[in-house]
Every structure is written in structure tokens, then in C-alpha cells.
């Protein structure tokens, strides 16, 4: 049965009047009739006999009491869209039953499962602190109560136990995805620990971070084409980047025993020993590396310097192929990017007449002012061959490859680096494993690994929307997700969860993960009376 209004001329004016009906077949076909007909819709809205009519059934209905409550009964808020989507994506990457298997035999005295999962949402969500993580926990609908030394002991055993279960992934994914490991992609970046020690796993070095002043750890991972992720390594704070990149390939060879692969790195990672790791062995590896332009000669002076057409691949994107011997190189030219390098390059020299015209000889310890100069006994003039030479650089980069892949697709390959790059950098990534302040390598290591762990939830669920055509920013979609909230209340003596609303991608998200909303309104346990 339902309401509906029906509109009825008379004496030129229309009214609506408020009727019962209800739907029914007849010889398989749909049909409407009237029950009853309640009053003109104009007086029973001034008389309020429909909100009266409304309360009445509303006593028949354990839902509808409990909308009413809403607005007049205290309540608590908790946060429910973003568990409900990536607790269904954990389920589905087989992460509740590995880490039983992994936790087998031991003695937690809390769900261990539940707490690691707790810590990968954090890190999607709210990130932060283990201490901070504490106090998040309680406001998410469905996790168990989770205390700060639930948080420390996960740490510690996922550090235990990351290579078991980075292997039980691995073979899941393949076994899952049945495909082809062909493009792997390998980044490092170093996370500052806030400790003043040095230990064996922090140390000080090079600091993406620009702090320093404190110990590191360096993290590299290795991802597939489609930003999966495959493999993850924690090295001590001053291992270089080679150094990584070497430690790297030998695990992929070894501890996966995976067939061809194209390796594909930044330019960081370029080196003669990196390239002998490459391609010596059995089964060497292709490769698609980034050069260091002006520290290598030979991309100065052969490479850039030949001519030849540029074919255009992408908006904003050109690619020309050279040969250097037995080397291939391909150039790749951003036009936007030159433009806008040969405008700081004219400022830099209008700048640089300007103070020479007044004899400005301290100019030449400037290193951004040096490379155009030309310095001759007591004179200091702009050397118009370095001007030259330098524009040469002008929006472009250069990659080196073994493979026989057309350039267009080296190109293309090599740009899709940035998967890696957003799962670390802070100004990039939605995945934050800062700040780290654990005292000890072991849960500092832990911490790390949850990290992963949400980036596996990420990919999954960026995969699935893309696969839908959804376009919608990884913000804004968790600023989405966040307002899905459980309400609890009380009515009656009986226990609702009230849902929020659905707003913006929200619905998308549930589709995408394959989940279907909760109700608007659920019952729960009858609650005790005092």
C-alpha cells in the first residue's frame, strides 16, 4: 500500500486530495485501486491531520520511532563508510586468512588481525602516531577496543614476519590476477624517525624529508604497470640510492623467481654497477632508466646534439630516439616545460648583463649564475657558447633502455613512475607512514608495513573506479567516505545504528568495493532496562 495525491477540477479550481492505495495483478498485468479517500490535501495540511496521520503509524514501525528520536534523544557518531569499503577490500585480498596462519601458535590475548587492520584504515584515513592511533580507533564503527600496546605488539610482529608475508601476497596476487609480471617499477624515498639515537636501522644520510638533523630509515618498493604493489624493503637510513636499487633486483631474482621483467627507475638509480646488475646472469632484465643530463657527458655532447624530427606521443609529450654505439637513448621534450625554462633562462641572463654592466664580480660564486659565465684573468663576461649548450636541456629529459619496446612506449612506461613516487612523498602520497617516533627498529619497521598494507587497499580501490569510468580525487573521495557515519540511539529500550547520508562519490565507492549500504535505519539488541 501507499499514499498518493489525485487532482480533481472543479468549478475551475484544482485540488488534490490524499488517498490510500494499493497495487495488485490482474491477468499478469499491474493494476492501482483506491482504498480510501482521506480529505482535500489543502485543509489537512492546515489542520495538520497528515502529520497527525504520520505519528499514528509511526507507533507500528520500530524504524520510523527511531527517525523520530533523532532530533530529539543525545547520540554518538561513529565512522563507518571507509570501514565498511576496505574491510571488504581486505577480505578480498586474503589478508584476515594469512595473518592467521602467520599468528598460528602464538598468544596474543587480542585479535591481532583486527588491530592490524585498524592500523592500515588509520593510515588511509587519519594519519599519524600509534599514540594518535589509540584515540582514533574508538571513533570508527566495528573495531574492537584496541589499547596502545595492541598497537606497539602488531608492530612488532608484522616487522616479525613482513617477508612471509610479503611472499603469501605475491603468490595470492598471482594466482588471483593469473597474470604476467612484465613492468616493474622501482622507487626509494627515507622516512626520519623523531629519536636523537642512531641505531642499527636508523642512521643519518641523505634526507628527503629535509630533517637532517635525524636518523632515517630508506624504504624502496617495487610496484607493477597498474601500481600494484609487489615488493617492499626497509634499509638502514644510509644506504644510497644504488645501493637499494641493487639490493632490490637480487630479491626480486631470488626470492620470487619471477621470468622477463622491464625494470623502470628513476635517475637516482642510474649507475655502471646498477646496469651490470641488470643484464648480467642467466636471465637478464630489461630496462628503462632515467640519465642524470649534465652529469653525463655523453648526453651533452652526442646525444642531445644530434638532430632529427620529434614524434608527437601525448599532449605535451614528444620523443626522439638515439643511438650511441650499442646505447639507445630516447629524448622526450615537454614544449610547455621548454617555454617556460627558456623564460627563467632570458631573466637569468638579463639579470646577469644588468650586474655586470656594474663590474658585479661575486656573481661567479653564484652556481646558477656560473654556468653561463666566462671568467678571463681580471674580465667576467656571459659565454655564449655555455648559453647554447645549456638550452639544449630546455624541457626535456633523457632515458636509456635495452629493450627493442618503440619509443613512444618507453616513453609513456617510464612516466608512469609516478605510482611509485606517490606511494612515499609526502606532498604526493595519501599514504603516510609519518611521523615515526617508536623507540624501537622493530615496531618502527611495522609501522612502515601497515603502510603497505594501505597502499594494496588504495590500488585496489583506485582500480575498481577507474575500471567504472569514476573520476574523483583521493581526497576528495575519503572526504566522501568520512561522512558515512553510524549514529547510535536508543528507543524504547532498543539499540538503532541510523546512517548517514550518501554524499558525492560515496555511493560509487560502495559499488566499486562491492558493498551494499547498510539500511538508513538497522535494530539492534534489545537493551537491558535498569
Known sequence: MFFRFKRSLQ???????????????????????????LGRRDRMEAEGKIDSLVESLAKFSQKYRALKALSLEARTAKLWGPALIFGRLWEEQGLPEILARLVDGRKFGFDLERVAFAMTLQRLIAPGSDLQGSGWTPTVEGLPEIALQHLYRTNGFLAEVREELEKALFARDRDLFSQELDVVFLDTTSVAIYRAEETEWRKRGYSRDHRPDLPQMVLSVAVDRNGWPVSWEVFPGNTADPAAFEAMIAKLRTRFRIGRVVVVADRGM????????????????????????????????????????YQEIAENLKVKEVRVGDRRYIICLNEDEQRKDETARAAILDHLREKLAGGAKSLVGNKGYARYLRVRKDAVQIDEDKVLAESRYDGKYVLRTNTDLPAAEVAQTYKSLWRVERAFRETKSTIEVRPVFHHRDDTTIGHIVAGFLALRLEVDLQRRLDERQVEVSWPTLMRDLSQVQAVHLQVEGRSYLRRTDLQGAAHQAFQAAGVRPPSSVTICARVDRA
Not at 278 to 297: A, S
Request: glycine letters at 12%.
Open 11 to 37: 468549478n475551475g479550481v484544482t485540488y488534490e486530495y490524499l488517498q490510500i492505495a494499493e497495487s495488485y495483478r490482474k491477468e499478469g498485468q499491474p493494476r492501482q485501486r483506491v482504498l480510501a479517500t
Open 270 to 309: 642510474m649507475g655502471k654497477k646498477s646496469l651490470e646488475l641488470l643484464t648480467e646472469g642467466k636471465t637478464p632484465y630489461d630496462y628503462i632508466l632515467g640519465c642524470r643530463m649534465r652529469k653525463q657527458k655523453e648526453i651533452g655532447t652526442e646525444v642531445l646534439a644530434r638532430g632529427g624530427r
